[in-house]
């Protein structure tokens, strides 16, 4: 590490670890509310499990338990403290930052691994989720080494950590549990041989198999990690504006031309059945409302690509700033993007993977929901390619220079 690079990381740490005692104060939103959405959700499972041992799940079957047990763990310690758990969120982010430079540094150089840390410090998605307890605090730093041991873990004892990993993002966020067969697959074309994915595929799952027994025996039916159904008509339906509706549950549906409210139309007493009816119904939704559902995918894309949502503030300075806001930030996306896309040429293996890995955080927006949330864990990924990016342009300057 260079001495450039000791000095960055000094006043990033600086930076994240100052930041988290204030979060509440900086955040407008947390000075609303300082557990709001699903922080008060995690709070509550946490605090539960900490003080009387029971985990119950209070959002249906909805909830991955590895970011609420490890919020337990910390209140287990010095109590009902959400500051202490943004102090941990802190250090996790901390963790995100020192993978994407490992990472960056390997797949391209230590100036663009520089450009990186500094981006990757002063995102303000990736430095305003570290105030709010939300599961993108862990699934982040899992992603980051998990792609970084599916790209250069190559011993035996390298290969079964990256499995870990990734059962752990799976714990994390139950929409991840198939990229643990993506990964491995990934794995099988690199190689050639069968050895190395099958560890993967195989650490991965047994990571995740007490969960799901669990699990799957409390509710008497085979649950991977969570259930989707509920979510899937929660983002597809006649109201549904690309993000998560908050009145959902207040509104009515009209599907094969029946008009029920939400409540009568899940009416099954069994979560997992009510989970499928769920299921049912945004199925039926999309076939019968298939134009409205490709508007509605769009209007999600254009959520996930504006800096801080769709917005129409009546206020013309408001509007103006958060127009400047969306360039900005299409600009970083053009950046990410190109870097990414130069990146295919000098890394044959590792840049199918970044796709992969993309592909799939997109295609969970497009079924579910989009906003800056959702594209939260391909956020490292742009990161890198921006900074490499930046590392060529500076570097051309300063040989045009010479």
Request: charge should be positive.
């Amino acid at each position: 590490m260079s001495r450039v690079a000791l000095w960055l990381w000094l006043a990033v740490i600086a930076l994240r670890v100052a930041y988290a005692p204030l979060a509440t104060q900086i955040d407008p939103l947390l000075r609303a509310d300082p557990l709001h959405g699903d922080a008060a959700v995690h709070d509550q499972i946490a605090w539960r499990l900490a003080s009387t041992g029971e985990f119950r799940l209070e959002k249906g079957l909805i909830v991955a338990p590895a970011y609420p047990c490890l919020m337990a763990g910390v209140y287990a310690l010095v109590g009902h403290a959400p500051q202490a758990v943004r102090l941990l969120n802190a250090l996790l982010g901390l963790l995100t930052l020192l993978g994407l430079w490992h990472l960056t540094r390997r797949v391209a150089s230590e100036r663009a691994a520089n450009f990186a840390l500094v981006l990757g410090a002063l995102h303000p998605h990736l430095l305003m989720i570290t105030g709010w307890l939300y599961t993108e605090n862990l699934v982040l730093p899992l992603a980051v080494w998990s792609l970084y041991g599916l790209c250069y873990g190559r011993s035996g004892r390298e290969v079964a950590a990256t499995g870990v990993l990734l059962g752990l993002l799976a714990l994390t966020r139950a929409s991840f549990l198939p990229f643990a067969l993506i990964g491995a697959l990934w794995l099988l074309w690199r190689e050639r041989n069968a050895r190395m994915p099958m560890l993967v595929l195989g650490v991965a799952l047994l990571t995740v198999t007490p969960y799901v027994a669990f699990i799957s025996l409390r509710y008497g039916a085979f649950i991977p990690i969570g259930l989707g159904g509920y979510v899937l008509l929660w983002a597809n339906n006649e109201h549904a504006d690309g993000g998560f509706d908050p009145l959902f549950l207040e509104r009515t549906l009209t599907i094969g031309g029946e008009t029920k409210p939400v409540r009568a139309w899940l009416d099954a007493p069994d979560p997992v059945e009510r989970d499928r009816q769920a299921l049912r119904l945004a199925v039926r939704w999309i076939r019968e409302n298939p134009t409205d559902w490709l508007a509605l995918l769009g209007r999600k894309l254009a959520l996930t690509c504006s800096a801080f949502g769709l917005q129409n503030p009546e206020s013309r300075t408001t509007a103006a700033a958060l127009r400047f806001a969306d360039g900005v930030y299409w600009l970083y996306l053009a950046l990410a993007g190109y870097g990414l896309w130069q990146l295919c040429r000098r890394e044959r293996f590792a840049a199918p993977l970044f796709a992969l890995f993309l592909g799939w955080t997109l295609l969970t927006i497009l079924l579910y929901a989009g906003g800056s949330r959702p594209l939260l864990p391909a956020q490292p990924l742009l990161v890198l390619g921006t900074g490499w990016t930046l590392a060529r342009f500076t570097e051309r300057r300063s040989g045009g220079a010479q």
